[in-house]
Antibody, heavy 117, light 111 residues
Framework: QVQLVESGGGVVQPGRSLRLSCAAS????????MHWVRQAPGKGLEWVAV????????YHADSVKGRFTISRDNPKNTLYLQMDSLRGEDTAVYYC??????????WGQGTLVTVSS | QSALTQPPSASGSPGQSVTISCAGT?????????VSWYQQNPGKAPKLMIY???KRPSGVPDRFSGSKSGNTASLTVSGLQAEDEADYYC???????????FGTGTKVTVL
């Protein structure tokens, strides 16, 4: 069965960096685009970024453009989110999700990132 | 990248129907047949309930249905059950500039 497991969350000071990982199993990782989606405490879902199945294209939300970078390592079945210049408003649970043709058909359990001094 | 607009709350008694709207623009909901709906229970990851406007993934009860008219999509839950109480989010592909956008979310309460 499809399994997505996020890791790398934690407490970080404003302005610092953090890298999230998402380990995928149970499907052919290299055959799917992948997304990051976040949810601030008590708030709604916010799309963050997507990367093509082969890494050839990437798109980021305006709110993170220039600060966050999505990437992937297909031989390692792992998705990444490099987060730089973190701000308080980046505090959220970060989910990775599989793209089944413009729909997010499988989600991880999420990892919490808290940006605070 | 503006979020799609949903009502904050909706409710119904067991066995009744509830419909949630999702208002977008011609650049997202109205421009593509890639509207999806997700159910989220407290502390849990979202779950795909509807995709491509009106298609149900395997395992989703046929009580859940989707539709679209112009720039507004809708999710209808018929024959409400207690287990349907959750937050629901719509989403849409929005082209290569904005790519993907979620709705503001609707809390469904079963009275």
């Amino acid at each position: 069965q499809v399994q997505l497991v996020e890791s790398g969350g934690g407490v970080v000071q404003p302005g610092r960096s953090l890298r999230l990982s998402c380990a995928a199993s149970g499907f052919t990782f290299s055959g799917y685009a992948m997304h990051w989606v976040r949810q601030a405490p008590g708030k709604g879902l916010e799309w963050v970024a997507v990367i093509w199945y082969d890494g050839s294209s990437k798109y980021h939300a305006d709110s993170v453009k220039g600060r966050f970078t999505i990437s992937r390592d297909n031989p390692k079945n792992t998705l990444y989110l490099q987060m730089d210049s973190l701000r308080g408003e980046d505090t959220a649970v970060y989910y990775c999700a599989r793209d089944g043709a413009y729909r997010l058909d499988s989600w991880g359990q999420g990892t919490l990132v808290t940006v605070s001094s | 990248q503006s979020a799609l607009t949903q009502p904050p709350s909706a409710s119904g008694s067991p066995g009744q129907s509830v419909t949630i709207s999702c208002a977008g623009t011609s650049s997202d909901v109205g421009g593509y047949n890639y509207v999806s709906w997700y159910q989220q229970n407290p502390g849990k990851a979202p779950k795909l309930m509807i995709y491509a406007v009106n298609k149900r993934p395997s395992g989703v009860p046929d009580r859940f249905s989707g539709s679209k008219s112009g720039n507004t999509a809708s999710l209808t839950v018929s024959g409400l059950q207690a287990e349907d109480e959750a937050d629901y989010y719509c989403s849409s592909y929005a082209g290569n500039d904005n790519y993907y956008v979620f709705g503001t979310g609707t809390k469904v309460t079963v009275l």
